[in-house]
């Protein structure tokens, strides 16, 4: 074997799952990109009706999720800079764990939730806030907004609970 193909051959054994960052990297582009055209379109803010339920607003969040610490002063940022990075970095080395083949909810669910806080990482060392722009409300009930971004990190976190409750019942049951 040349010494080509015996780094491409340790390579491939030693990836894991990282094969699924292509779903991180899907996942960061669309957010950047919807952020972008909202951003380009809408003032703070602003906001269009899409249906009864449902609409888009500018919404700048300096905080975390349902803009917690979001008059925190500033030092926030930089803490959600350092989750963000430091999640991100747990997460690509679980997924380089991981059999490349086998654990494909895990691997997906992981995937979800690194492009998702890499995006809204993006937004806080670009312009010092995440740009949420999805509101869901019904009356006078509003959900808080959010985005793209945080829709992956909530379905990335779903598929790892759903993974979890999937392999509970299989020990359960005596399978493994």
Do not use: C
């Amino acid at each position: 074997m040349t010494e080509t193909g015996a780094r491409q051959r340790w390579l491939a054994l030693n990836a894991g799952a990282s094969n699924w960052l292509w779903l991180s990297l899907l996942v960061l582009a669309v957010d950047q990109w919807s952020k972008s055209l909202i951003l380009e379109h809408f003032a703070q803010y602003q906001e269009r009706a899409l249906l009864p339920i449902l609409s888009i607003v500018r919404w700048h969040n300096e905080g975390a999720a349902w803009s917690m610490l979001d008059d925190a002063g500033g030092w926030q940022r930089w803490l959600f800079i350092t989750l963000g990075l430091g999640v991100s970095v747990g997460i690509l080395f679980w997924l380089r764990r991981l059999p490349a083949a086998g654990q494909g909810r895990v691997a997906a669910g992981l995937a979800l939730i690194m492009g998702g806080a890499l995006g809204n990482v993006v937004d806080r060392v670009r312009l010092g806030y995440v740009v949420d722009f999805i509101k869901v409300h019904y009356g006078d009930w509003v959900f808080p907004a959010f985005n793209f971004a945080d829709t992956a990190l909530s379905i990335g976190a779903g598929l790892l609970i759903l993974d979890s409750v999937i392999e509970y019942g299989r020990k359960s049951e005596g399978r493994t």
